[in-house]
């Protein structure tokens, strides 16, 4: 929801949110949410999965948010021993992509 509800808020309208879930050659199911928004700088993608940390903070403020939703993201692909990674490009999109094993290995 949180990646999706990202998606919505930072693409004007007019833009485009596409979604797809593909099984890859190694055992993951991969969720991929495209947006044609206003993307994010190179920089400051390995920030985000920080508590409470939005990028360019003066246009984070005019949206509205508290930063945590990346935070959670990456605790619970974790707990499903899974991942997140995220491409974007400042002008032009993001794309976030879950990968989930189609295994699930029980917990130790
Ligand atoms: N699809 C996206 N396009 C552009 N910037 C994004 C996108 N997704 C995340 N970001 C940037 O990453 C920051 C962190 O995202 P995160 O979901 O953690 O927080 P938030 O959406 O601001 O607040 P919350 O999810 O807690 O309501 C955002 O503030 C925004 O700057
Ligand atoms: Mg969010």
Redesign the pocket.
Known sequence: M?IL???V??TPSGGKISISAVQDDSGFVVVKVT?T????QKSEIPR?GERF????KTR?RELG???????IVKHLMKAHNGSIDIE?QVGKG?T?SLSFPINRVPKA
Not at 53 to 56: E, F, G, N, S, T
Not at 65 to 71: E, F, K
């Open positions: 949180n509800d990202n998606a808020k930072f947006d928004g206003i993307g994010i985000l940390y939005r990028a360019d984070s948010g508290t930063g945590l939703g990346l935070s974007s993001t976030v």
